[in-house]
């Protein structure tokens, strides 16, 4: 706001410097105010917590006729006034009248929450904030407000106290539950979760709540079951608990179906155990579960990633009335451009490896296009699986691994039919080298996934990244040797280009392919450095970022 604005509206220059967090400003700016109105200077009186100025301005503000003096000033905090919510004058009065009254405060800033403000609506409750002495209603209202403001932390402390405050009360247990599991902390947060049922059995949000702790804890068949009660009490929660029982299905003992009925007694679930002393207390930290077997743990994420892959079968070309077809048009696509190019342009039809241009061509353009396909993919992830996300059992590097794996899949199969296709045309030969071939390609998969972990990163950081990285591509394409030798290329640019992992890619593929062939620049070593760099460092940002990027955006 300009200055000259500032000056005409004092009230709006006190909220602003408020929610800037400069209480001492907003002070030295009512201490400058000269003349105010009296229904604005009350509005100021209440934000600042100044109660001695409060008596005096009251039965003016409450006169015959003020009621427009205080929209009016409501209005000039941006804060919206009539229409058929709640009447947000009257809890201004409301407040006015009981400045020590916490229901009117609440109820105030509460409005003031809603439409937005919420630095405002914390500086009106920070008055009745008295720590670890401050009523259950304070301080609930106050975890909410500090939520939002992103201080999770002390949201956390507060709803901690609000709950300790009413331990009978539902609603505080289940927003602390819900904070909680955001901490990372589902064994806490199914503590808090129990007492509210044990407060009230119907709780649905409860169940919900103990449903998701139960699953970041492992116990799949009690989270089954309390997902199903939280359906059965509320619709809302119907495909929260279709979507745990689809993705989880697999992991229920064959002898041992879910039940039907709440979870296990033996487990602390007994209806008639949630109230006892033993859920009374909500501790700091709840020691984890006992890591699984190494075995059980990756028979359980190999049959999640077997669940995202048919998922993502279904999925993949669905935008494309071609479907899977275009992934055998695409290269062959490249590959005719590529001959009508050069046919018109005159350049020389032998290849410079081999007989056949096309199978120059194909050896190059299908390693690319495996390599560009993998690392596309995975930019989008965390957005497009917002959704599944909500399953906790379910990881991003669950998805990426689906992804990369039928991508993978996909793009190996359509070398084969392709290669399949030139000998059917007389102008290929099955590889010299079948097994370098397979090597080549598994080098090729590691360095990808190394990538496209980075660009999952870094699309999630920037969506700039999502233009850059197509960019980056075709610039690749034209550098990776698809459609030339090194042997080509004057001395200096050969030396660039083959700094590029790509190149040796290509070189592997074709020495592996053409018989005969072994290729002067082929560096296995300097490729493998290539690929372990780009794992280790995709995996160690995908680590630091994972958390980050589930959250929704």
Sequence with gaps: MAAGQDARRPLAA????IEAGLPGQAAALFEAWSDPDPAAALVALLLLDRREGLAALLPRAEAPGSEGGLA?????????????????????????????????????????????RHRLAEALLLPAWAGHASS??????LSGTWMLLGREAEALEAA??????????????????????????????????????GAAPQSHQGWRLASTGLLDLGQTAEAIAAANRAARLSALHAP?????????????????????????????????????????????QVAPPPAPPLGRAVVARARIVDALLLRETRTMFSASRLGYAWALVEPLSHVLLLSAVFFFLGHDSRPPIGDAMLTFYMTGVLSFLFFAHMTE?????????????????????????????????????????????????????LPEDPAAMVACYLVLFLLSFGVACVNMVASSVTSAWEKLWPSFLRLQYFTCGVFYHPLDMPEDIRNLILLNPLVHVTEWMRQAYFHGYESPFLDVPYLLQWTIGCLLAGTALFAASARQMRRPA
């Design 160 to 197: 901690r106290i609000a709950a300790e405050a009413a331990p009978q009360a539902p609603e505080p247990m289940e927003h602390l539950a819900g904070l909680l599991l955001r901490a990372g902390q589902p064994g806490p947060a199914l503590l808090a979760a129990g007492r509210a049922i």
């Design 377 to 429: 993919r995975a930019m989008d992830l965390p957005a497009a699986n917002r959704s599944l996300l909500l399953v906790p059992a379910v990881g991003l590097f669950d998805i990426l691994a689906a992804k990369s794996v039928l991508s993978a899949v996909t793009d190996l199969v359509v070398a084969a039919v392709t290669f399949a296709l030139l000998i059917a045309l007389g102008v290929g030969k």
């Design 240 to 284: 929260h608990a279709e979507q745990i029982r689809t993705a989880h299905a697999a992991d229920l003992p064959a002898a041992e179906p879910a039940p039907a009925a709440p979870p296990r007694a033996q487990a602390g679930w007994a209806q008639a155990g949630w109230a006892q002393a033993g859920w009374a207390q909500v501790p700091a």
């Design 72 to 116: 009016a000033a409501l209005r000039e905090l941006g804060l919206p006034v009539g229409g058929p919510g709640p009447d947000m004058v009257a809890a201004l009065l409301g407040l006015a009248r009981g400045p020590e009254d916490e229901t009117a405060r609440v109820h105030f800033a509460s409005l003031v929450l809603v439409a937005g």
């Design 136 to 141: 259950a209603m304070v301080a609930r209202a």
């Design 14 to 17: 006190i909220g602003a410097a």
